[in-house]
């Protein structure tokens, strides 16, 4: 009975100290991402495009409120060589601003993204993958660029 006491528990306490629990297992830290890379054959350039949505959040003379700005897509860029670990906030604030009781933040929320591995004389590869705070482990296996075949003379 751990969740009945659990609940109880919560019950006794005022609405400000619930929210002030929240907030203080909030500032735990970020959510991170994690990416574990390999490929066959290893040393196959790695790039990462992530996707996502922009939200916006304010206070004005201490009355808050937020709003979606909206999807964004980040250019691919290269993280480096196969293999490689990669790790990543799922929520970064690109801006920031903060005057008496008012401000405001604009905060970009990673969803998904796209793997891109490419090594000469193979075709490149890609993967579509989602965050959501579990570690990724991928192993991605490269196909040899087929050659043209030399025409036959008669």
Same mark, same amino acid.
């Given at each position: 009975?751990?969740?009945?006491?659990?609940?109880?528990?919560?019950?006794?306490?005022?609405?400000?100290?619930?929210?002030?629990? !929240?907030?203080?297992?909030?500032?735990? /830290?970020?959510?991170? &991402?994690?990416?574990?890379? &390999? $490929?066959?054959?290893?040393?196959? %350039?790695?790039?990462?495009?992530?996707?996502?949505?922009?939200?916006? &959040?304010?206070?004005?003379? /201490?009355i808050g =409120?937020?709003?979606?700005g909206g999807?964004? %897509?980040? %250019?691919?860029?290269?993280? /480096?060589?196969?293999?490689?670990? @990669?790790?990543?906030?799922?929520?970064? $604030?690109?801006?920031? !601003? &903060?005057? =008496?009781?008012?401000?405001?933040?604009?905060?970009?929320? @990673?969803?998904? =993204?796209?793997?891109? !591995?490419?090594?000469?004389?193979?075709?490149?590869?890609?993967?579509?993958? $989602?965050f959501n705070?579990?570690?990724?482990?991928?192993?991605?296996?490269?196909?040899?660029?087929?050659?043209?075949?030399?025409?036959?003379? %008669?």
């Amino acid at each position: 009975m751990i969740g009945a006491k659990a609940n109880r528990d919560w019950k006794g306490l005022s609405p400000g100290a619930i929210l002030l629990s !929240v907030l203080l297992l909030g500032a735990c /830290g970020p959510s991170m &991402q994690m990416i574990s890379i &390999q $490929t066959v054959p290893a040393g196959a %350039e790695v790039f990462l495009q992530r996707r996502g949505e922009i939200s916006v &959040q304010g206070m004005v003379e /201490g009355i808050g =409120g937020s709003f979606s700005g909206g999807p964004f %897509e980040e %250019e691919f860029r290269m993280l /480096g060589n196969a293999p490689l670990d @990669y790790e990543f906030p799922l929520s970064e $604030t690109e801006a920031s !601003v &903060q005057v =008496g009781f008012s401000g405001g933040s604009v905060e970009r929320h @990673y969803r998904e =993204g796209t793997i891109r !591995v490419e090594l000469n004389g193979f075709q490149p590869l890609e993967r579509i993958v $989602t965050f959501n705070g579990t570690p990724l482990n991928l192993t991605l296996t490269l196909t040899p660029r087929s050659e043209p075949t030399p025409e036959k003379r %008669e």
